[in-house]
């Protein structure tokens, strides 16, 4: 990865603090963050590490590390912190600020996942698995490699399972206040 890169402009540390209030130096390392992570054995920096690079400036290292795509914003990390700091929060700007600076996920299919989840939000203003199942399966590739060597059926009895158990819907729920959620996307653009 080459520095230039990720150009000052789109992203800068004393920025997370000022503008989003997310006060990452309040940070003293007792690692609550990391202990109580559901998702750490997949991670390359644990929670504690990205805050402790945030606070020392490292922008490319934090950028470009896997832990900010496999965060899952379950807020675990931020409830456990004694001093407030939104770690959950960090993550999902540091995410924004690569996308910003054209920093892809090194994982294939992280990229498709992240674009398909929040377009399902955009449309419907929360998560439908079943289009987002799909959507994320047409866009990384997954359904046809799965149609071909024939393991979608295992897909196919799991959704099953699901929908007996009351975990999946075959139609979407609506919600109140989907214009407003647009609204958050629109800022954006």
Known sequence: ???????????????VERMLSLKTSACYQCK?????????????????????????????????????WICSACETCTTRCPNEVDIAGVMDY???????????PAQK???????????????RGR??????MQRYMIHSGDLFRKLGDGSILEDVILGLKMFKRG???????????KKEVRGFFEKKR
Not at 36 to 45: H, K, Q
Not at 109 to 123: N, Q, S, V, Y
Not at 127 to 132: D, M, R
Request: net charge positive; with cysteine; hydrophobic share 40%.
């Open 1 to 15: 990865m080459r520095s230039d890169l990720i150009g000052e402009a789109a992203f800068s540390f004393p920025e």
């Open 167 to 177: 975990r999946m819907r075959l139609w979407p729920q609506g919600i109140r206040g």
């Open 127 to 132: 998560v439908f698995e079943g289009a987002l």
């Open 94 to 104: 540091l995410k924004e600020a690569a996308i910003q600076s054209g920093v892809r």
């Open 32 to 68: 609550r963050c990391t202990n109580g992570c559901p998702v750490t054995f997949a991670m390359d920096l644990y929670p504690d590490q990205v805050i402790r690079r945030v606070n020392l400036g490292q922008v490319e290292r934090v950028l470009t590390c896997n832990t900010i």
């Open 109 to 123: 299919g992280t990229w498709a996942f992240h674009k398909t989840f929040l377009r399902e939000i955009e449309k």
